[in-house]
């Protein structure tokens, strides 16, 4: 069993505060889309895409803090269960974490919510899994190596 450190809480909070939010500003880049509407269509995995997108910052809200939400549970979890020596590889353990968290929403959490499943263009699918490993999987992971990393 794993011991659950103040410095293992810290790395999961700031880690998935700071890929939260760079994964929804690069959605808005790759989906051609304002941040609120981003936030929205996040928000639909709970109330519908309709629902989401007919209502005002109350759904911007719920799809910020459901995003920073799971961003910073999936940066917690990295933290915990990550061996010592790979949080000293982030370049490696970060992208395998980013790819892991691709198919996690995309196969797990997305096909239980109430957002659309659509399949994904090739073209999309692509630049979903290079977000997910390199914008959202390696900071959680550079944040993880400097908080966790043992000083010399």
């Avoid at 609120?36 to 109330?47: E, L, N, P």
């Avoid at 000293?88 to 659309?116: E, K, Q």
Wanted: proline share 7%; with cysteine; glycine share 10%.
């Amino acid at each position: 069993m794993v011991a659950i450190t103040r410095k293992h809480l810290l790395a999961g909070i700031v880690g998935g505060a700071v890929a939260g939010p760079l994964d929804l500003l690069t959605a808005t880049a790759q989906f051609g889309a304002p941040l609120d509407v981003i936030c929205k269509s996040v928000a639909g995995g709970w109330v519908g895409r309709d629902a989401a997108m007919a209502g005002g910052a109350p759904m911007v809200l719920l799809g910020f803090a459901s995003d920073l939400g799971i961003s910073i549970v999936a940066a917690l979890i990295y933290c915990v269960v990550t061996p010592a020596r790979e949080i000293a590889r982030p370049w490696l353990s970060g992208t395998l974490f980013g790819l892991a968290m691709f198919t996690v929403m995309r196969f797990i959490i997305t096909p239980l919510s109430a957002a659309n499943h659509n399949p994904m263009p090739p073209l999309v699918l692509a630049e979903s899994l290079l977000v997910h490993a390199f914008i959202f999987g390696l900071p959680v992971a550079l944040v993880a190596n400097f908080v966790l990393k043992p000083k010399d």
